[in-house]
């Protein structure tokens, strides 16, 4: 176990979140203008004074700089509160892409770098982006492919390169940029406004509550200086690697939570709605859903919670996190799914938040490695390391 403070402690704040995930951000979440990202903005900024005056928010970052300092196993539970509402996790500093973002600057950044992107993005101040994915020929689940450039000049680079789908950067400040350079794949810091960098749209998707958008950006001829390098040239494709391992685990978490969510309104509508002369709930076809969805859940914390456990430890989660990845990813799309088909026509409506939650929910099979990506992997590491199963 990998806590950070007494039980009775944790409690509290858990308490704390719940009654102001209940109570202030649902009843926030405006379902006629869950496609108005303005509105989604203003909203979730509203929420995100009073998060920080209940003391809540930031779970991974350190105290010092203003988060809860939470062990991964502890932000198992605080992201599964949070992520039951829409807003929670942007309200509370814990979704993608400023979270993951955070997480690796704070490993990576260099003194300059910190002080000029990560503090103002712990804060609040400024947003970012993370451009690795490109249309095709370019990287999609291959980042083999990866076709953007960075060209070392006298003072700096010059990156070329075309991206999309970068979640949040119709509002970035600034992009954490994956390119090509002379030493292998590396990361480069580009501010938005610097010649060359181009928004070009927000390409839209199926997910309600956006509130940045996903970005085709073009980068022609951007010219950054020397110092817009993250880390060491060459290791980009590690550091994507633990990127993305943590916030594929933070996804599993704060899904679980909304999924959860959708059977709640399920349950409630099964055991108010009649056919055939009894209750929904009283139809064994009903019953089944719920059982399966209990079980898909109960299954997909407890894989959640052990890969939690040794990234604490400070253990490889590579393989587990591929695993959990796949089983959650896909778990909470079979009870969102269920979700809908029990709530009937209201199901698929907008009048209710589960078809939305559907919505939410269903890229996450795709992104952060697809689950055949990801199937692939791991049975290429059983089958070359004789793993058992
Ligand atoms: C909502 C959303 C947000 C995103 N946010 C970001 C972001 O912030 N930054 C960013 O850089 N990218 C982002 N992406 C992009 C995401 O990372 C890619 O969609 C993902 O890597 C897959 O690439 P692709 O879409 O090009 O699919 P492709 O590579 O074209 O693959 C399409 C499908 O082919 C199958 N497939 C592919 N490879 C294999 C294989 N080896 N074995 C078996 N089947 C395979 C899978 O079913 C896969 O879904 C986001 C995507 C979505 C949907």
Redesign the pocket.
Known sequence: MSLTRPAGEFAALLDNLRDFIDNEVIPCEDLANAHDGEATQRIAAALQVSAKARGLGAPRMAIPEGGLGLSWEECCAFLEQAGRSFLGPVTLQCA??GQPDVAALDKLASPAQRQRYLAPLVRGDKRS?????EP?PGA???PRMLATTARRVDDGWVIDGH?W????GMRADFAIVVARTDGGVSWLIVDKGTPGFEVVRDVP?M?PFDTGG?AEIIFRNCKVGPDALVGEEGKGLDYAQLRLEGARLFHCMRFIGLASRAMTIAQEYAGRRESNGVRLAEHQMVQSMVADAHIDLYAARLMTLDVARMLDAGQSIRHHSSMAKVFVSEAVNRVADSAVQICGALGVSEDLPVSMILRVLR?FR????????HR?AIAKRALRHGLSA
Do not use: L, N, Q, R
């Open positions: 993608p892409p982006c993370f451009a690795m994915t095709a999609g689940s291959d991206k789908f970068i979640t949040g998707t997910e996903h890229p795709i992104y952060d490695g697809a689950s055949e990506v692939s």
